[in-house]
């Protein structure tokens, strides 16, 4: 039994020898980053909230260790399943970190900040551009930023889930680490930064006057949305990240026409969060440089890597190339 023991835990030790030295950045950055969040909240004081974000953030970091034990540790060898594994272990909690918010900034019962945030705007602009926006409280301007606002959501499934199964090679991990990048330090923001933005702290004289987009919008928020995230902007830092990124590979075909599709809905999507009121001028200016260090980091990180896998690097490349069926 002694032995057997023995054998088990010298077993263990060396796939977690394997997958440390196969470990790439994203994966470091995925770690650090759900660790981050599960100590972060077993530090809170105890309430409903805490004990359901407790188990959330657990459960998305178990995750990712175990899918990156699996396919860095190499317990997995077919590259297909190992491809596979490894790209839904590090997606998958990273996407779900989302809805732990909702549980998580509550329970760290932190002081929020939106007074601060206000007074930025002020000492940038005079006001706040929610405030500016009342005088075009029109049905139909309401409706047309509400579906751009909205349509955030469908921006993020299709310029990420396709290329995670079909893309390869640099597009495909500039694409990645950058979305991990905003992921990751926008989520940590939101714990250091809290606020709930001009809609609950601002008095208007009219409620917006929109319909059926609109009324999409305020059910999302209501029911999935974390309510204290909102430094940085996060609906402005992907979309001009993915209209960044499509820009920077305009030569391609896929991108030549998609590029200028992505600007204008990035224009919109930032005049929205304004509008809608749901963001102050700051977040918006925080979510555009989140956007542009992601870009950066993104580039930076693929040239560093680049030899991965590569005659004279025996580690796993950081994004294995998925098989054809």
């Known amino acids: 039994m002694l032995e057997l023991t023995r054998s088990v835990a010298e077993r263990a030790k060396g796939v977690a020898s394997v997958a440390a030295h196969n470990l790439a950045t994203q994966d470091v950055i995925a770690l650090a980053f759900h660790g981050y969040l599960f100590t972060r909240v077993l530090l809170a004081p105890d309430s409903p909230d805490a004990a359901l974000a407790r188990s959330a953030s657990f459960t998305l970091l178990m995750a990712t260790v175990f899918a990156l034990l699996l396919t860095r540790g190499e317990l997995i060898q077919p590259q ?118 001009p809609f609950s702290t601002l008095h208007f004289e009219e409620p917006l006057h929109g319909g059926y ?28 990240y993915f209209a960044n990124y499509a820009f920077a590979y305009r030569s391609d075909k896929a991108f030549r026409w998609a590029w200028p599709v992505l600007a204008f809905i990035a224009v919109n999507i930032v005049f929205a969060t304004m509008f809608l009121r749901w963001h102050w001028f700051i977040d918006v200016v925080a979510g555009i440089v989140l956007a542009v260090v992601a870009r950066r980091v993104s580039v930076w990180v693929t040239h560093r890597e680049r030899h991965r896998g590569g005659l004279y690097d025996e580690r796993q490349p950081s994004w294995e190339s998925l098989p054809r069926a």
Do not use: C
């Open 213 to 240: 987009w609109w009324r999409q919008v305020q059910i999302t928020v209501a029911t999935a949305g974390a309510k204290l995230d909102i430094f940085p902007s996060l609906h402005t830092a992907f979309p001009v």
């Open 80 to 197: 297909r399943a190992r491809v596979l594994t490894y790209r839904l272990g590090l997606f998958v909690p990273m996407a779900l970190s989302y809805f732990e918010m909702r549980f998580l900034l509550p329970a760290l019962q932190l002081e929020l900040m939106d007074y601060q945030l206000y007074a930025v705007d002020r000492a940038l602009l005079g006001t706040t551009p929610a405030a500016w926006f009342t005088a075009w409280n029109h049905p139909g301007l309401v409706e047309w930023l509400s579906f751009f606002y909205y349509s955030h959501f469908a921006v993020l499934i299709v310029m990420l889930v396709p290329s995670l199964f079909l893309q390869r090679g640099r597009r495909l991990q500039e694409l990645m680490v950058g979305a991990l990048v905003i992921v990751a330090a926008g989520h940590v923001l939101y714990t250091a930064i809290p606020g709930m933005g």
